[in-house]
C-alpha cells in the first residue's frame, strides 16, 4: 500500500470548527516511515481553542494496515516489566471502580469498554455487572463472561443501552474526538457515565518539537478535553492530571469522569481558547516530577 494515496488534510478544527489554513499554527513537521514508505506529517494548534493535533488524516484503509504492521503493544517479557504492567492495569481497574461505585454503581451495570482490545481493564467488574469489550481486534476476551463486538461503535450497541461507558488511552488515536464522544453519549442510558484517560503529551510538539508517536494524533490539556466533553453533551464531574501507567511505564495522565445530560446544545462556538490553562498543565507538579525522572534516566 502507498500511505500518499490514503492520506487527506483536514481543513477544520475537531474542537472549535476554525479554519485551519487560517487559525491554524504548525508546531513541528518532520517524515515518518509508514508501511515502508515516509510521507509527511506535521502537528499544528488551533489559536483559537488551543486545540493541538495532526494536520494529515489517514483513511481507514490506512490504519488498518498500519495496525497490523504494529508491534509496539507488545510489552517485554521481563519480570520488572511484568510487575509494572500488572500494578498499573489494577491501578487502572481501581479508577473506573471508584468512579463507578462514588456515582452509585454497584452492581448490575451494563458497561462498554471502548478499544479494550481484550477486557482487561474491565475484567475485574465481570461478577457485579455485564461487560462488553468493543474493538477493532477479533482477538478473543480475556474472560469469558465478557462479550465481544468487532468495531468502536458497531451497530449491534442500541442507542441508551449501556450504563457506563469506558475510553482508556482511545481517544488521542481518534481524528474527531467529536465524532467518536457523540457516539458514547449515544449508547449511554439517561444520566450514564463516560470514564475516560488520556496521556499528557503536550511537551512532545511544544518543547521537543518532535512528531511523537505516530499512532497518536491529538494532544490534550486538561481545557481542550472538558470542552470536548461539553461540547459532546457531557457535564464534567471529575478532571483530574494525574500520574499514570501505560505498559511499564509511568507518565502524566488526564482523568475525566463525566455524566450524561440530555441537553446537547452546548457548543465550543466561537469560545477563544486561553494560553493559561495550557501553560499551568505544562508547569504542573505532576509533569515537571516526570520530566526529572526522564532526565535522571527513570522509568
Not at 520488572?80 to 462514588?102: F, N, P
Not at 488515536?173 to 449508547?187: D, E, K, N, R, Y
Request: glycine fraction near 8%.
Amino acid at each position: 500500500m502507498n500511505p500518499l494515496k490514503h492520506i487527506s488534510y483536514l481543513s477544520s478544527c475537531d474542537l472549535c470548527g476554525a479554519d485551519r489554513s487560517r487559525h491554524g499554527t504548525q508546531l513541528v513537521s518532520g517524515r515518518e516511515s509508514l508501511c515502508g514508505v515516509f510521507v509527511p506529517i506535521s502537528i499544528s494548534i488551533c489559536r483559537r481553542c488551543r486545540f493541538i493535533s495532526q494536520s494529515e488524516r489517514f483513511s481507514d484503509e490506512l490504519l488498518t494496515s498500519l495496525y497490523e504492521l504494529d508491534t509496539s503493544f507488545v510489552f517485554g517479557d521481563a519480570e520488572e516489566d511484568q510487575q509494572a504492567i500488572q500494578s498499573g492495569l489494577l491501578e487502572r481497574q481501581e479508577v473506573i471502580s471508584k468512579a463507578m461505585i462514588s456515582h452509585g454503581m454497584t452492581e448490575g451495570a451494563a458497561v462498554l469498554d471502548v478499544g479494550g482490545g481484550r477486557g482487561e481493564c474491565c475484567r475485574h467488574l465481570v461478577e457485579e455487572h455485564r461487560v462488553v469489550v468493543a474493538d477493532t481486534t477479533e482477538s478473543p476476551p480475556v474472560d469469558p463472561k465478557i462479550e465481544k463486538v468487532l468495531g468502536l461503535f458497531s451497530a449491534s450497541l442500541a442507542d441508551s443501552s449501556f450504563d457506563v461507558v469506558v475510553m482508556n488511552h482511545v481517544l488521542e488515536h481518534v481524528f474527531s474526538p467529536t465524532a467518536l464522544l457523540a457516539s458514547a453519549h449515544s449508547i449511554l442510558k439517561e444520566d450514564g457515565l463516560l470514564i475516560v484517560e488520556v496521556p499528557f503529551e503536550l511537551y512532545t510538539p511544544l518543547v521537543a518539537r518532535h512528531l511523537g508517536d505516530w499512532r497518536h494524533v491529538v494532544y490534550y490539556c486538561r481545557a481542550t478535553l472538558q470542552q470536548f466533553l461539553e461540547k459532546s453533551g457531557f457535564s464534567v464531574q471529575r478532571l483530574a492530571l494525574e500520574m499514570g501507567a501505560y505498559g511499564a511505564r509511568r507518565m502524566p495522565v488526564i482523568r475525566a469522569v463525566a455524566r450524561k445530560e440530555l441537553d446537547t446544545t452546548l457548543s465550543v462556538g466561537n469560545r477563544r481558547g486561553h494560553i493559561a490553562p495550557l501553560l499551568a498543565d505544562m508547569a504542573s507538579p505532576v509533569v515537571l516530577a516526570s520530566l526529572v525522572r526522564r532526565a535522571l534516566g527513570r522509568s
